[in-house]
């Protein structure tokens, strides 16, 4: 397995696959694996918090992208099922944003919703049906 580092997403941002596809929505997982993610570690305090948004199995596999109002650059990361056989829950985990407000992008990279997180929390959204 290689990692490839994209610096247009941040100077430390690794994807374990190739590809030239970096639109809003595109697919992480590899064909016939079923996309189901492990233990996510959070790194907030001080300025930075956390954001935890809860899709439902429509975005199972693909990536969710959000903005700092304001900026050009999007952060990214996966829709996995992080929960368990009696209770799934998929969801996209941003595990260190500084704070502030930040736009949850569609997969046109519109903006859908509008979330602040505060530093040192865990802020929540709910997108399911």
Do not use: K, Q, S
């Not at 430390?12 to 079923?34: F, I, K, M």
């Not at 502030?100 to 046109?108: N, V």
């Amino acid at each position: 397995m290689t990692a490839t580092t994209h610096t247009d997403h941040g100077p430390t941002h690794l994807h374990e696959d190739v590809h030239d596809d970096h639109a809003p929505g595109h697919v992480h997982h590899e064909a016939g694996a079923p996309p189901a993610g492990g233990p996510v570690v959070v790194d907030i305090g001080g300025d930075v918090g956390a954001l935890v948004v809860a899709t439902g199995a429509a975005w199972l596999g693909r990536e969710l992208h959000v903005r700092r109002e304001g900026e050009e650059r999007t952060t990214h990361t996966g829709v996995w099922d992080r929960g368990d056989a009696a209770a799934p829950e998929v969801v996209a985990v941003f595990p260190h944003l500084v704070e502030g407000r930040y736009e949850l992008l569609d997969a046109t990279g519109a903006p859908m919703v509008v979330v602040t997180v505060e530093g040192g929390r865990v802020a929540r959204l709910d997108l399911r049906p």
